[in-house]
């Protein structure tokens, strides 16, 4: 392949790199802010586990602390490794512009050596004079003496494009050997991650098989929560079917007959807003770690037995606060022998349920805004640290709460 040839395929990818360079840059931006999301949310399971195993009691929270563990640290090794694979794109692209600057450079070299040999040669200013002398006509010494002209200021813009062309050259090099130092970090960094991975995986069959001694006392458990569940979930039910009866009521008092959930204006309002705001809803807690989620899902030690959660978990520090996701009224404050208390708040026609509180600071009845504390959370005495239970209610229709709370803590 001739030398023009390869820089024209050189040419040709590089053009086409430059879409790809600026995606690879937002790709980079994204893995990284991933990343770091990733590693707080590591850092938080790890305080929540270290004053977990203080207790010295193994526990179905602790499990799911670690699940939650083994879980983020799986997803940070797969983005290090999208990060790897840009960091691999990043070197083949630049390894493409140091060979087109390689040859750019090597080819001007050649015309500056060229122009330095015909300028040698020619050095004689006779030989200039008498080239000029020798002109059949004033026209053409004319162009004889600006062709001279013209090349002493090619030659000089040749040797600045040299200058220019090697310094380019070397930085992209010194870029290079950083890219690759940074690919190195890389992959030390993940092979820590995999070596922390690894003991996890060890803890966590050590606790599953110290949970395994505790079947008959999880069982008991299970059973608790599941029927303390159900209650307040039929208690919500009553709620809602009460205020719906109620708006009902004052429709019709209005000279309305509507069917369904009836609203004031303000009501209406309030519920567009809270819809609006999928997504973007703040935590129920200031700090935490998702540890159960939506649905129905295999208990994480009893064999063929299925649990049906019907919001999320958050697991947080032992004593902290829940606060509201959004503004509202709050509907009802239910108690629960040994679940503590239940805070509902309507936002219109969406009901935000919250769990597991050991004191309240609200009311049936009062207005409250978003991110206001509602209650200090209670703790298992066998475990330090606390669990708030959130739920999403459309009138009757159960949501899944990580849809709507911000993806950022």
Known sequence: MSRSNFRLILLFAALLAIPFSYSQAQSKKDLQEKKKKLQEEISYT???????????????NQLKQLNKQISSRSELIRTMENEISLVDDSIALLNYSI???????DQLKSEYARMIQFA???????????FLLSSDNFYQAYKRFKY?????????????????????????IALLEAIRKSKEGLLKAKLREKNELASEKSKKENVVSQLKGKEK??????????????????????????????????AKKAGKSEKGFPMTPEARALSNSFSENKGKLPWPVAEGVITAQFGEHPHPTLKGVKVQNNGIEISTKKGNMGRS????????????PREGKVVMVSHGDYFTVYFYFKEVFVSAGDMIDVKQNLGVLMNDPDENSSIMHLEIWKVTNKLNPENWIFKNN
């Open 99 to 105: 060979d087109s600057l390689e040859a750019d450079l």
């Open 120 to 130: 040698y040669k020619n050095r004689s200013s006779y030989s200039r004079l008498m």
């Open 325 to 336: 996701i959004y503004r509202g009224k709050v509907s009802r404050v239910i108690i629960i």
């Open 46 to 60: 790890n305080k929540l586990l270290s004053e977990t195993e203080r207790s010295k009691n193994t526990s179905l």
């Open 148 to 172: 001279y002209q013209q090349y002493g200021s090619y030659r000089m813009s040749q040797a600045n494009k040299i200058r220019a062309s090697q310094r380019k050259l070397d930085k992209d």
């Open 217 to 250: 006392k999880l069982k008991k458990d299970l059973e608790q929560k599941q029927k303390a569940a159900q209650q307040i979930s039929k208690e919500i039910e009553r709620i809602i079917a009460e205020e719906i009866k109620r708006a009902r009521e004052a």
